[in-house]
């Protein structure tokens, strides 16, 4: 069993940055892919970066590559999504996953979610 808390939402101006953090319970955090995923008001869950467990081999979707990095710390059981260069677009409720299957947009265990507003 993995409980996954998630921090660092926030309200931030266009342009800006903030760092999500998702702190992992469970002694088997490591062996684990872990993902970030976000859904926006009315809008469908959809995928936002992923690392591996093993060689942390990272993928992102096109909206956010560039801007975006996906991060982990085994140590801390901790995985983080640095976001900069923020657009309003980017507003939505981000969640943390833990073995995240991107095609099918599920995963094993997800987070309760941080909002993220993003003004213009």
């Known amino acids: 069993q993995v409980q996954l808390v998630e921090s660092g939402g926030g309200l931030v101006q266009a342009g800006g940055s903030l760092r999500l953090s998702c702190v992992a319970s469970?002694?088997?955090?490591?062996?684990?892919?872990m993902g970030w995923f976000r859904q926006a008001p009315g809008k469908e869950r959809e995928f936002v970066a992923r690392?591996?467990?093993?060689?942390?081999?990272?993928y992102y979707a096109d909206s956010v590559k560039g801007r975006f990095t996906i991060s982990r710390d085994n140590s801390k059981n901790t995985v983080y999504l640095q976001m900069n260069s923020l657009k309003p677009e980017d507003t939505a409720v981000y969640y943390c996953?833990?073995?995240?299957?991107?095609?099918?947009?599920?995963?094993?265990?997800w987070g309760q979610g941080t909002q993220v507003t993003v003004s213009s």
């Open positions: 996953a833990a073995n995240p299957t991107i095609a099918t947009m599920t995963a094993t265990y």
């Open positions: 469970g002694r088997t955090f490591s062996a684990y892919a």
């Open positions: 690392i591996g467990w093993l060689d942390s081999t990272t």
